[in-house]
T-cell receptor, first 114, second 113 residues
Framework: GNSVTQMEGPVTLSEEAFLTINCTYTATGYPSLFWYVQYPGEGLQLLLK?????DKGSNKGFEATYRKETTSFHLEKGSVQVSDSAVYFC?????????????FGTGTRLQVTL | NAGVTQTPKFQVLKTGQSMTLQCAQDMNHNSMYWYRQDPGMGLRLIYYSASEGTTDKGEVPNGYNVSRLNKREFSLRLESAAPSQTSVYFC????????????FGQGTRLTVV
């Protein structure tokens, strides 16, 4: 079956530090890959996505590149802010269209301090 | 605001009690989902509905039932609550297209004592 593995947290960084959150996946075929973010007390919201190999998703300074050869989709940001403190989830969808289900990783909590 | 609305936001139940979690979306999405979120386990799919009138089991369906009342509404029922069902429950919906984004509600924090 499909699975997503994320690095465990919490990850604690100082403001303006570089962020990497690792994500690897196991899936049949050619999945689409997503990063979702959950701020305290809220539901998940889409941060970025990539639909095929070598695609780069980007949003709000965050980036992730779909690497089929290493089955990875690592999240990066060059300079984090306190407002980036949240839980980040990597996810995949293995079938195009609305019939597919999203499989999530366990989430990585990021804490950014001044 | 448009989106996914869940009720209630918080609930405490005694073991053996029943309750229904309500979810409604106003984005005309076909697919709707119920997930539970537990510490260290991420989000696990309970049930989903690919379209009005259809429902399917996800990863952890035991102890739950669902109803896709119409295109907008997808409810989750606990017939006899157990402490193991203490969790945060999220409803989500997805639209059309090859890689549709999932929109989530704000969650229901359920405690079973």
């Amino acid at each position: 079956g499909n699975s997503v593995t994320q690095m465990e947290g919490p990850v604690t960084l100082s403001e303006e530090a570089f962020l990497t959150i690792n994500c690897t996946y196991t899936a049949t075929g050619y999945p689409s890959l997503f990063w979702y973010v959950q701020y305290p007390g809220e539901g998940l919201q889409l941060l970025l996505k990539a639909t095929k190999a070598d695609d780069k998703g980007s949003n709000k300074g965050f980036e992730a590149t779909y690497r089929k050869e290493t089955t990875s989709f690592h999240l990066e940001k060059g300079s984090v802010q306190v407002s980036d403190s949240a839980v980040y989830f990597c996810a995949l969808s293995d079938i195009p269209g609305t019939a597919s289900k999203l499989t999530f990783g366990t989430g990585t909590r990021l804490q950014v301090t001044l | 605001n448009a989106g996914v609305t869940q009720t209630p936001k918080f609930q405490v139940l005694k073991t053996g009690q029943s309750m229904t979690l309500q979810c409604a979306q106003d984005m005309n999405h076909n697919s709707m989902y119920w997930y539970r979120q537990d510490p260290g386990m991420g989000l696990r799919l309970i049930y989903y509905s690919a379209s009005e009138g259809t429902t399917d089991k996800g990863e952890v369906p035991n102890g739950y039932n669902v109803s896709r009342l119409n295109k907008r509404e997808f409810s989750l029922r606990l017939e006899s609550a157990a402490p193991s069902q203490t969790s945060v429950y999220f409803c989500a919906s997805r639209g059309t297209g090859s890689t549709p984004e999932a929109f989530f509600g704000q969650g229901t924090r359920l405690t079973v004592v």
